[in-house]
């Protein structure tokens, strides 16, 4: 029996990695459960999300568990981020790092970003001392003004795809772009702590939040919003910040110490086994 | 050896032993009055022509009366003076060595006077007592009384020693132990924290559950030892009196152990509920993983030691033989429904589903009908169990029913879809540019035969 998933589950890619993980060939296998699909401040799961009594929430770390659960969830469950799956799938090779990839905060569809691209420019420029990348959500992408602002200021601006939506145009490319990415800078950088930065910091980069972080045009502050961001998180906050204490944030955040061995995550995602389960069968622990 | 026929005794009775084997509790010596029914065992390890054995039932008497020994039919209240005793064995305690016919002797206290008078003055008396408040009796139903319970034992009689306190207060014990089923612990052992392993695992397996009771006796039993009451809360006490010298630490097994003897530290199943207590499941990943490719895997977590030093590494100590590990694993799993952890994996959650997925966690691959049903459920008609499994069952349905509605909706909104599409792809089939599509692929597949069969002929 098939169980009832979300879209979600496949946004990014996400599922695709887990799959390949478990060392399945299926792009988009539908996990019996929910995933949770962004770094939250909040219960993990996104707002507009309906959720049917019984079928599991599948967290990234401890901590949003335990709020998961504060918040009177049930049926909560670590995995980790499929991110940190994803690196330990994909072992970093010896490569050269230069300059900082930044991340404008973005909104979601149907959100509209309030702010000035222009400050912001001014200020990556002052701060970053290399050549700087610009990574645009698939919206602001699509918006040739965006992008042109962008490319004035004499950026290299890329985007890493359409996160995918409805089982319609998934990619499960994206995370391996956004790695690859990733690993050719130096630094990591965003106006707001976002996924990207924890990302960044797991794959080596040095992280860095600064800038005007863009409010949303009518943002609710669910969960206490940037006000909390910037207290509970403050170690990830600035443009220098501590890179031992950052890997470690990130490493919690990401549930990259709480990696499930294959077998364990294909029983609770319903996932059938591979044909040859022989070579696949990792432990669990990210070691790089 | 012939049956003496002292008075009160009972032609068509029977009583079984209550300890099935015999607890060498230290020397046995001198002339010997074995009270109550015992082992034949235990008597026929003793000197024929100086042991002495009292039995009510007739038949028991007979039965016994061929090992060689002197036997006394009847009651206690009928043993007249006779020449001290050196040691007296009540292994079987006081409550049933009064007939039916008995006139005197109706108080437990009073039982243990006339024994007394029948041992000489620092003689060794081994003695079993009831514990009225022991975990047995907490987790008892109320039942009817069986046929040898013309008199019935109450706490409520002031001169029955209530605890071991008391029980010191009356006699001069040298030594005392926790009897659970036939291993008996001294104070010294249930006290010695690196041996709660040990000992845990020798009282969970030393109780067996019969019939209906309000809770899993060996999850009481190995809770009031975590709380340092397995002493207080033990079904029996065994007390020695006159001479301390030889007698053991432990008895397990019908071995006599020394303190020094065991592993050392807490049991696997301790150590893996305690890290999923934490939520340290990468701790309870890295255990059950060491004890699955250990030689103890097939040994259930709750019989085997995990060292003190570091669980985590493999220096695992079984207790028991080792069987097939996904036993073993599903023993774990239905520790972890007892001791309230299951919630920690998605439902459904009960034991073959639950050790799959505990299978899963060591790497292993198993499907839930592949998990063999364990032997013998560990608590068959345990209150507290069975209300837990009920409320189980119960969410289980309404999260079925739930999800079922959720399919009933998502089925409705993909035949929306779909209906939606096939129309798109008539109305485009009637089309002139679909018409050309499709009468293009036709004429493809024309020109396709057409080759095959060209290349055929």
Redesign the interface.
Known sequence: ME??VHHANHYYGHSAVLARYCGLDDEAPRI??YLQHGWNIGDGLAPDHEF?????KFLWS?RV??RAWSLGR??V??VGAPWAYLLALEPAAPAEREGTIWYPFHGWEGQHVLGSHDNLIAEIKATEPGPVTVCLYWQEYRDKAVRATYEKAGFRVICHGYRGGWWKDLDPGFLYRQLAELRRHSRVASNRLCSAVFYGTLAGCAPAVYGDPMQLENEKSAFGGQARILREWSDMIGAEVDLETARRVAVAELGA??L?????????FGWP?PRS?AAI?L??VLTS | MTVTLIGGEMLHWSDRPATPALPPVGEITGRTLVAGPHPHDLIASLPAERTTVLLRGLPDAEAVAGLGVTVWAGSLDKVAATPAFDTIVALDGLDRLCSAEAETLDGWDERLAHLLTLLRPGGRLLLRVENLFGVHRLIALPEALGDSEWLVADDRDPHRPAGLAALRERLAVVREYAAYGDALLSREVLADAELSGFVSATIAGALATTGEVLADPAALATRALRHGLALELAPAWVVVTGGAADTPDAVVGAKAVAAADPPRGRTLEDELIAAAQRRDLPAMRALLTAWQKSPAAGVPAAQVIAGSASPAASDLTPLAPAGDPLVALSHFAAAAIRGDIAHLWPAPADEAELTALIAGMTGREVEPADVPPLPSRPAPGAVRELTAERDRLARELAEARAKHEFYEQQIRGRDAELKRVRQINAVLSATAPGKAVLGGLKAGRRAVRAVVKRGRA
């Open positions: 169980c009832g019996q459960g049917v009594p019984g079928v599991p401890e568990r335990r049930r049926d469950y670590v110490d709480r499930l061995p294959p077998a364990e995550l294909r029983r609770l086994a389960t069968e432990t669990g």
